[in-house]
């Protein structure tokens, strides 16, 4: 199968920035299409883009061809780019902001195709969010065409949802038989002239509404897709006691037996293995939460932090590009920033690593069964010995042995008042 994903459109309704680009739940939009085709085990990926789409380098189009669209002649022009000639392969056509089109779907259309030429998605009218996509007309079960969206059609209840599947070997003569219509050629016209020809044109139900037009568009898509993650969390086992409340990213990994409190965000990247309890008002970000952990509550885990089995991270703490090593425990007001920590570590409250030094991060040693007293700061480059303990208050700066007692803080002085 060959995937075509159309993203030429100008997209301006964000702002500045194009929406395919705008983060949908830790993927860009864009990125949902792609990945549906990766998904389907397609290798010959292309993509359609706009004239100076700079943020393509954003993306993961490694396995993607990339066509540019100078002119803006419609969807119908923007096929013709890749499809040039008749070939045997079926062809997948998906827009490049539509990220609710889900691989089942499309396995039932690739179904429905040994049966028609042409298979398209149709959502019911009543639970369309938007109401700019054309409307299906269908009789006995057959598409006979789509209609622009202001045209009423007598007995029609779908509306295109925008993604087409074909047999290539008659997609190239449907294309070059699409007429001009206000300065476009519009992708849609091959269902009435595949029926012209004789052929028949099936569709496949979906059942919301897939495009994102407009900020409404995309809170709904939003809700859409955060009510999928979290039944797909639940069905692999993760216990929440409100999951109305959390949000997940689209690649979040969840292991057998997970607790998810309240109020918990998940973005990009992020894996729960086994056993692990994130307590309400976390975030995490691009993270490995070791098995039986216990994260939060309001705890900040940013990118970069890997945690191993039975690791604690407590109260406002705050966590990014460490390693933390299995029983280490850290439970409050503490700030751990590339900082490498070995195993059964106890990291007092108000620890502080000091990794920048106004131009470039530095990393931190601990190594393992040391004992990091309230209220330090250890100043990177720095490594520590395992079996230390560094008492409270401390400022450390330079290396320390294995099997030290370190205490670098002022002498306590007395003066007398005058009253």
């Not at 669209?69 to 056509?93: F, H, P, W, Y």
């Not at 996509?133 to 007995?155: F, P, Q, W």
Request: hydrophobic share 40%; glycine share 8%; charged share 20%.
């Amino acid at each position: 199968m060959i995937g075509i994903v159309l993203a030429a459109g100008s997209g301006t309704r964000f702002g500045k920035k194009s929406k395919l680009f705008v983060d949908l739940c830790g993927q860009r939009v864009l990125d949902y299409p792609i990945n549906l085709c990766k998904d389907l085990g397609i290798k010959n990926i292309n993509l359609v883009v706009k004239k100076g789409l700079e943020a393509l380098d954003m993306l993961d189009v490694s396995q993607c061809n990339i066509y540019v669209q100078s002119d803006k002649k419609g969807t119908g022009a923007a096929v013709q780019a890749v499809i040039s000639e008749s070939i045997n392969d079926d062809i997948l056509i998906l827009l490049g902001d539509c990220p609710l089109v889900d691989k089942i779907t499309i396995q039932k259309a690739l179904n429905k195709l040994e049966d028609n030429v042409i298979v398209i998605g149709g959502v019911q009218s009543e639970s369309s969010n938007n109401h700019s996509y054309g409307r299906i007309k269908l009789e006995h079960n057959n598409v006979m065409k789509i209609e622009e969206a202001t045209v009423s059609c007598d007995n029609t209840k779908f509306r295109n949802a925008g993604w087409m599947l074909c047999k290539g070997k008659y997609l190239h003569d449907f294309l070059r038989q699409i007429p001009v219509i206000h300065g476009e050629y519009y992708l849609t016209e091959c269902v009435r002239i595949a029926n012209d020809m004789g052929f028949k044109v099936g569709m496949v139900e979906s059942e919301s509404d897939i495009g994102i037009n407009t900020r409404n568009d995309y809170v709904n898509v939003v809700q859409i897709l955060q009510n999928k993650f979290r039944m797909n969390a639940i069905d692999k086992g993760a216990l929440m006691l409100d999951p109305t409340s959390v949000y997940f990213s689209a690649n979040t990994v969840i292991e057998h037996e997970v607790q998810i409190d309240p109020y918990v965000v998940f973005k990009k990247d992020v894996i729960l293995k086994s056993g692990s309890t994130i307590k309400s008002f976390s975030h995490i970000e691009s993270s490995v939460v070791g098995a039986n952990s216990v994260i939060g509550p309001f705890a900040n885990i940013r990118s970069g932090t890997y945690m191993d089995e039975n690791v604690e991270i407590g109260a406002f703490v705050e966590t990014k590009n460490s390693y933390i090593g299995s029983n280490t425990k850290a439970k409050h007001l503490s700030y751990i920033g590339n900082a490498d920590i070995g195993e059964n570590v106890n990291i007092g409250a108000g620890s502080v690593f000091c990794n920048y030094d106004g131009l470039k991060k530095n990393k931190s040693i601990i190594g393992d069964n040391s004992f990091l007293g309230a209220n330090t700061s250890y100043v990177a480059p720095i490594d520590i010995g395992s079996n230390v303990k560094v008492g409270a208050g401390s400022v450390v700066t330079k290396n320390v042995s294995s099997k030290c007692l370190v205490v670098a803080r002022a002498d306590q002085k007395e003066y007398k008042r005058k009253v």
